[in-house]
């Protein structure tokens, strides 16, 4: 099994930045890739940044080039960190762990609303 745990969620205004972290406990070794997404108020979920094992990431267009992922092996910890937010970036944002297209595993949820 595996815990993860977001944080860094928050109110900000538009053009402002905040990092998100999900920190993962259990059985880390089972981990493959892990992902950021959001869900904002009557859309869909959304996938917005993975990184894997080997480092690769992507990135939905809406964040290319204002969004960066990244992780710290020795914190068992995802990073999102999120630049020049828009009105739009507003969900809850959720990381998930386990293999692309096969996530087992699921935080919380932070929210995180922009205002313009």
């Known amino acids: 099994q595996v815990h993860l745990e977001e944080s860094g969620g928050g109110l900000v205004q538009a053009g402002g930045s905040l990092r998100l972290s999900c920190e993962a406990s259990?059985?880390?070794?089972?981990?493959?890739?892990v992902g950021w997404y959001r869900q904002a108020p009557g859309k869909q979920h959304e996938l917005v940044a993975v990184?894997?094992?080997?480092?690769?990431?992507k990135y939905t267009d809406s964040v290319k080039g204002r969004f960066t992922i990244s992780r710290d092996n020795a914190k068992n910890t995802v990073y999102l960190q999120m630049n020049s937010l828009k009105s739009e970036d507003t969900a809850v944002y959720y990381c998930?762990?386990?293999?692309?297209?096969?996530?087992?595993?699921w935080g919380q949820g932070t929210q995180v609303t922009v205002s313009s």
């Open positions: 990184i894997t094992s080997g480092n690769s990431t």
């Open positions: 998930a762990a386990g293999s692309l297209g096969s996530w087992d595993y």
């Open positions: 259990g059985s880390i070794f089972s981990i493959n890739a």
